[in-house]
């Protein structure tokens, strides 16, 4: 029965990717609804992917600060888990602080080099961004620049590489 539950879970999941993605009824408040519907039923199942994207869409589109609040929770719950998109948003809210968390750039270089290490390389960027220029309460550093700028890099390797394998590899026949 579990087993079930989460296949079911993980295809609730994609049809609401697919639906937040979809051109045909852009800006529809149904659509808009029955989005998040769907996302806050794999969230509470546990679905990872879907705990961080239902967290930022309510920190982001929220209506109410109490909305804004569950969103923030959701996106360090999936932070916690391990989600490097959900880390980089938790770094990102600490940078810029917002109601529910004051600005720490101590805190959102912690969580940048979580999701760069993780493989997120927004995060590996804004890093070496900051190593650059002594953002963050960082001291400019070429050589940390140059190992972030190294890690971004590799990341988007990686990335392309990953999208670029023929749909019906050997190994998987």
Do not use: I
């Not at 929220?62 to 909305?67: E, L, M």
């Amino acid at each position: 029965m579990l087993r079930s539950a989460q296949v079911f879970t993980q295809l609730e999941y994609r049809l609401a990717s697919r639906l937040m993605q979809a051109p045909w009824l852009e800006g529809s408040a149904h659509k808009r609804r029955l989005t998040m519907h769907l996302f806050r039923r794999c969230a509470n199942a546990g679905h990872v992917d879907a705990l961080s994207t239902y967290g930022v869409m309510l920190f982001r589109r929220g209506q109410s600060a109490r909305d804004k609040a569950r969103g923030v929770r959701c996106v360090v719950k999936a932070a916690e888990a391990g989600h490097p998109e959900a880390q980089y948003q938790v770094g990102h809210m600490y940078e810029h602080g917002c109601t529910q968390f004051a600005r720490r750039e101590d805190r959102a270089v912690t969580w940048y080099a979580r999701a760069a290490e993780a493989g997120h390389a927004g995060a590996a960027q804004r890093l070496a961004h900051a190593f650059d220029h002594g953002e963050l309460g960082l001291p400019v550093d070429p050589q940390r620049s140059h190992y972030w700028h190294q890690t971004e890099g590799d990341t988007a390797a990686v990335a392309r590489q990953m999208t670029s394998v023929p749909a019906r590899s050997p190994a998987l026949q």
